[in-house]
């Protein structure tokens, strides 16, 4: 019943930007942590960044830092990527996650079968 939808991925040049959005339904957004996931093709998924309940607290990949920044709107059931300054390196197709009881600072160290809840991924490819 739960369900997380990613949006606003696509072909972007190195440098350029890209917003990913992802909208929840089916269950109490207010109360869970959220993070974002990335996968590239014959890699494992990796962390990318976190947001605590009220979005006072976040947590990102250091090679994210500076460049990402991650935010949500409680009134729409939405969390955010911004991604600016992107490189070939971050073309991955991206994870929307949340969870009931982790923080944000510990969702990094989450594997994929503890996670509560998965989107289905957008695909972000960044070209040279």
């Known amino acids: 019943q739960v369900q997380l939808v990613e949006s606003g991925g696509g072909l972007v040049q190195a440098g350029g930007s890209l917003r990913l959005s992802c909208e929840a339904s089916?269950?109490?957004?207010?109360?869970?942590?959220m993070g974002w996931f990335r996968q590239a093709p014959g890699k494992e998924r990796e962390f990318v960044a976190a947001?605590?309940?009220?979005?006072?607290?976040?947590s990102y990949e250091d090679s994210v830092k500076g460049r990402f920044a991650i935010s949500r709107d409680n009134t729409r059931n939405t969390v955010y990527l911004q991604m600016n300054s992107l490189k070939p390196e971050d073309t991955a197709v991206y994870y929307c996650?949340?969870?009931?009881?982790?923080?944000?600072?510990?969702?990094?160290?989450?594997?994929?079968?503890?996670?509560?809840?998965w989107g289905r991924g957008t695909l972000v490819t960044v070209s040279s």
């Open positions: 996650a949340g969870d009931r009881r982790t923080t944000a600072q510990a969702m990094g160290a989450m594997t994929f079968e503890r996670m509560d809840y």
């Open positions: 947001i605590s309940l009220g979005g006072g607290s976040t």
């Open positions: 089916g269950g109490t957004f207010v109360i869970w942590t």
